[in-house]
Every structure is written in structure tokens, then in C-alpha cells.
């Protein structure tokens, strides 16, 4: 990260503004605060000079996402971690307007943060997007059904932009917490057994250095990770090419016996 130009959605508060930190620890020349309210950033700016610029950034508002884009045309890593949850299982009468909501911004902000950032990242040599989904992704649980749902999609998009923002050299990060120890988990009863945000950023940072698509985050995420490997390494990660070629029999080398029946 040393002289990166850093964007983060969020960074105001919670795991963006851990990440804003760690990023400054590793030596990120400039962050951009990408926040909805200016004056968020204040604080941020106080403790960290020059180094943090502010940016209006509204995940369910097009024009400052393009906007953020042309003011931050030197970014190298974006890394999208605003979004909203709310508690809604699907039988609660508001179940709709929530997903709507969470869909608009977990889902609809990352395609317009990626639509906005990546042509940005490629003149500037192709650098890392980093998308923050979660452990929801792959597990839902009831009472949160609709944000899972929306995180589920988010991951989903997160795959579709690693395969496409690779050929222009911009390696995409999908990043999995468990319950991490923010104002969300404590309001959502998960602070008994929520990790620190520190272990978000760490696992971001040692992502992109080593070039890896996924970041577990946690115990909780770990332990989903360890049943998930497998599957992850030849689906999610593997070549659809070849699991096709595999479930169809394409390109295997005939048998004797099917030599056999072919010269009878």
C-alpha cells in the first residue's frame, strides 16, 4: 500500500474508518473519505492532514458516485464498503420495502461504484476493487433474510467483476465477516461475539498483496470458509470451461470399447 491512492465508501464510521487507518499505517499517500455527509470526514481530517480528502459519495445516487470519480482520478484500490441492513424476515409486512432498499444500495451501489471506478482504475494501471459482502453471503439466517439476500447478490455481482475487471488488470477482493464489533452488530445482539473492524482491514490489505479473491473475517467466517474451500477452489474460482467440458464428457480421450464399437 505504500504511495497507493485509496477510495473507501463509508469511511466515516466503523470498519471503513478502521480501514482508512490501516491503509494510512501501511503507507497510503492520500484517502479519499468517500462519505454522504462532508462533515463526517471532519474528524478525519483533523487527525490525518492532506492525507484524507473528503468526497461525497450516496450509494443510491448515480451523479456522486461519477462525480467522486472524476475528483479521485488518481485512486489505485476502491474499496466498497458502505451499505445498509435491516431485521426483516420475509413474513414481516415491511419485508419488500427493505430488500428494495438493501438491494438498491448493497447491490445497485456496487455496480455504480464499479461502472464509475473501473475505467478509472484502468488508466491508472489497473489497482484492486474490494467489495465488503459478508458471511451472509452464503448463509442466510431468518431474521435477517432480506440483507442477506441483498449480500448474497452483491457477492454474486463480485464474481461477475473479478472475471471482467481482470482483463484489464484490476484484481477484485470479496470480503466475508463474520459479526464484527461495530455499532450495526451491537444494535443487531451480535457484540457478545463480534471480532474488532482491525481484522477487516488486515484481511483486505494481505488480500491484495497476495492476490487472492477472497477475505474470511473471523471465527464465525473462517469456520464457513473451511466447509465452503472446496467448493469455492472448483466452482466459484474454477474455470467454468472445464466443469462443463466435465459434465459433458467434451474432450475425454475415447476407451478401447468405444474404439471397438466405432470400427464395428
Known sequence: MNGKVVLITGANRGIGKVILEESLRRGASKVYAAVRNLDSADSLIEAHGERVVAVLVDLNDPD????????????????????????????????????????????????????????????????????????????????????????????????????????????????????ILTDMAQSAGFGDFASPPVLVAEAIFEAIENRRFHAWVGPLAQLVSQRYQTFSDKVIEGDMSVLRNEAFGIGEPKTSQDSAGALS
Open 64 to 179: 456522486s458516485i461519477v462525480a467522486a470519480s472524476k475528483t479521485a482520478s488518481d485512486v489505485d484500490v476502491v474499496v466498497n464498503n458502505a451499505g445498509v441492513m435491516h431485521t426483516s424476515d420475509p413474513l414481516d409486512v415491511d419485508a419488500m420495502d427493505n430488500l428494495l432498499d438493501e438491494f438498491n444500495a448493497n447491490v445497485g451501489g456496487l455496480i455504480r461504484i464499479a461502472q464509475a471506478f473501473a475505467p478509472v482504475l484502468k488508466a491508472n494501471g489497473g489497482g484492486s476493487l474490494v467489495q465488503l459482502n459478508s458471511v451472509a453471503s452464503v448463509k442466510a439466517s431468518a431474521r435477517f433474510a432480506t440483507y442477506c439476500a441483498s449480500k448474497a447478490a452483491s457477492y454474486s455481482i463480485t464474481q461477475g467483476l473479478s472475471e471482467t475487471l481482470r482483463e484489464q488488470g484490476t484484481h477484485v477482493v470479496s470480503v466475508h465477516p463474520g459479526p
